[in-house]
């Protein structure tokens, strides 16, 4: 402690015992007058309280060694260790030395960033100029900095990269990423959803006003007319609830397509539940629902909300367009720990060719633009279907021959991969 | 690299020469990348960025080179530092490969948004893109991690892409057919999408270099496969 703070100590200690000093003071120097002894002897007393009140302990012995206890026995920063404290933050963070390659990485960057491991050097991983960039100078500066980084495949991604050395010696160097996916793809996702909707929604529409247009001129004072055309207007509006329907689910996915759901689901009941919701779809379009899903619980991570919406999609697009064939068929493959679940769904239709396949899963992608409208469809079934298996890290294979029906397989990875 | 040579600086060669080739790859994967940006948002700046930048792909593939020649007349390389280095070439000029195919792309932003075009016309580009894209990354990604556990995939991607491309050749020339005032915008589309089939044919070129580099063996032969839109003809279409 420093002399200051001693001055300090003693002014609050005095400061703090003011009234019962003045009193102390007053008593002495009463007693001193009546007593009629000499000022200087009552001066002496009255500094030697002053100075008593100033330095004595006033504290017990107990209470100061429980204190001296309670001290040793905080937490110190020495006593943990460089691991611990980077498995406590939140983002991804590397650290690495003075070659650019990895030391240690926490357990938030091994899933962001898998196949970053000890020694892995670091501008082999994160190419991109500007990264390469931030290396460069960090190793030779030795000071913080930070850049703006993006990933385009396999998901879109947007960090904010800061580099700054760690500790004096200036070996070791910190990189942590701040995501900010989420709030470009909020932007993104306004841009696109008035892309998509007002492209999209412009016939509906269009019909919609020529109808209402026709309602108020020729036909005024026609009833049956008007009857037809309030019908088509009726089936129109609904066609743009559904279009909004899938756009506001397929947005709401694509702002988080990395997050896997940590759920267990069992897809036994819960594609059981999906063909008794869709039996009477199938009954209006003439077609039977053949489930074969074996006697075994079938067991994956995911969100049971959103595999329900896979397997109504996949479901529902059989009975469509696969009518004509008279059966749909869904079925369990490998019922194997070691490889995963396959969930297959065919139908005997006229099948899809060939050059379409690879493009099924695109948005507003349709193979028969007049049939899928006869069938209610908005264009966007499959691709919400594709995102939602990404965000369960499953794929979805498709496989038809014209004429023989189509095969939409579903394979689950195994849970712990 | 796992074990280190008695001369420290011959590790120090073949090292530069690794991170020589990431930064080239980051680069040509970029300029893919702002290709194909530049021509869905007809942005004529980002355009003519991607063309400039193709400079610096040419200037570190001569860089790689003239490193490589210097560093086997020096040390002599046996092996695997041998294999090392003559796939630092290879792998340069597939890379230098790619950047020209990302900048021819870039040249025909000017052509194709002439005229104002439809936004379906680039979504299956996109798609195509991202495939290629997707391949040159987890390339790239194989080469730094030199494990060859994924090579199969990128394969695999390959076809992939074939498929799309095969698919997207089809759906131009509908639209050639639908209105000829498409076909100026469709046929520079249509290099667009060849040019970055390419770019998965470099990615598979690497792929394979990678394969040599770390097991010494060439990659198993491939089942013969291709693209199939040699096969188009103007009567299916109309069948269809």
């Known amino acids: ?417 | 690299m796992q074990t280190q040579h008695i001369v420290r600086s011959y590790d120090a060669d073949l090292k530069y020469l690794a991170s020589r080739i990431a930064a080239m790859g980051g680069h040509a994967e970029r300029m893919v990348e702002q290709a194909v940006q530049a021509l869905v948002t007809s942005d004529l700046g980002l355009a003519r960025k991607v063309v400039e930048d193709d400079a610096v792909l040419d200037e570190g593939q001569r860089e790689v080179d003239e490193k490589a020649i210097i560093v086997i007349a020096k040390r002599q390389p046996m092996a695997d530092d041998l294999r090392e280095i003559i796939g630092a070439i290879r792998i340069s000029g597939d890379l230098e490969r790619v950047g020209d195919l990302g900048k021819n792309i870039a040249k025909r932003v000017v052509a194709v948004t002439e005229t104002q075009q439809p936004l379906r016309l680039f979504r299956g580009l996109e798609a195509l893109a991202e495939l290629a894209l997707t391949q040159l990354k987890e390339v790239l990604d194989t080469y730094a991690s030199r494990s060859t556990d994924r090579i199969q995939f990128v394969r695999d991607r390959d076809d992939q892409i074939d498929a799309m491309y095969t698919s997207l050749f089809r759906e131009l020339l509908t639209y050639m057919m639908e209105d000829p005032r498409n076909i100026t915008a469709c046929t520079h589309l249509l290099f667009c999408a060849k040019n970055i089939e390419r770019i998965g044919d470099h990615a598979t070129n690497i792929a394979e270099t990678v394969y040599y580099i770390v097991t010494g063996l060439q990659m198993p032969p491939e089942r013969p496969k291709e693209d199939k839109s040699h096969k188009v003809m103007l009567e299916d279409m109309v069948d269809d």
């Open chain 1, 1 to 417: 402690m420093d002399i200051h703070g001693a001055g300090e100590g003693v002014r609050q200690r005095l400061l703090s015992a003011r009234w019962v000093l003045a009193a102390a003071v007053a008593g002495i120097a009463l007693v001193a007058i009546e007593a009629g002894a000499d000022y200087r002897i009552a001066v002496g007393a009255s500094l030697a309280v002053i100075a008593v009140a100033a330095f004595a302990p006033r504290r017990s012995l107990r209470e100061r060694r429980a204190e001296r206890e309670a001290e040793a026995n905080r937490p110190a920063m020495g006593s943990i260790t460089a691991e611990a404290l980077a498995a406590a933050v939140s983002d991804p963070l590397v650290i690495f030395d003075r070659q650019a390659a990895v030391i240690h990485v926490n357990s938030v960057c091994a899933v962001a960033f898998p196949g970053l491991s000890i020694g892995t050097s670091l501008p082999l991983r994160f190419r991109a100029p500007e990264m390469q960039e931030l290396i460069a100078k960090a190793l030779t500066h030795g000071q913080p900095i930070s850049i703006d980084y993006s990933e385009k495949v396999p998901v879109e991604r947007f960090f904010r990269v800061n580099v700054s050395p760690v500790g004096d010696g200036g070996d070791l160097f910190a990189m942590i990423f701040r995501d900010q996916s989420e709030i470009r793809r909020i932007d993104r996702m306004r841009a696109d959803f008035i892309a998509n909707a007002s492209h999209e929604l412009r016939t509906p529409l269009a019909s919609v006003a020529g109808f209402i247009e026709t309602l108020r001129g020729p036909a005024k004072n026609d009833p049956a007319a008007r009857e037809q055309f309030l019908q088509i207007m009726q089936a129109q509006t609904a066609r743009m609830a559904r279009l909004i329907d899938d756009l506001l689910s397929l947005s709401r996915l694509e702002m988080k397509p990395y997050l896997n759901p940590a759920e267990r689901v069992d897809l036994k009941p819960l594609i059981e539940g999906v063909i008794d919701a869709l039996n009477p779809l199938a009954e209006d379009s003439g077609v039977r629902i053949d489930a074969n899903l074996g006697a075994d619980p079938l067991v994956v991570g995911g969100s049971r909300d959103e595999l329900i919406q896979v397997f109504e999609n996949l479901l529902e697009n059989a009975c469509k367009y696969g009518r004509s064939g008279g059966l749909v068929e869904i079925s369990v493959i490998h019922p194997g720990q070691q490889n995963g679940i396959d969930v297959s769904v065919r139908d005997h239709g006229p099948g899809i060719p060939e050059e379409h396949i690879p493009r099924l899963t695109e948005r507003f992608y349709r193979v028969d633009v007049e049939t899928s409208r006869g069938q209610k469809g908005t264009g966007l079934g499959l691709a919400i279907v594709k995102h939602i298996l990404t965000r369960h890290k499953a794929r979805l294979t498709v496989s038809s021959r014209s004429g023989e029906g189509a095969t939409f397989t579903v394979h689950f990875p195994p849970p712990n991969s």
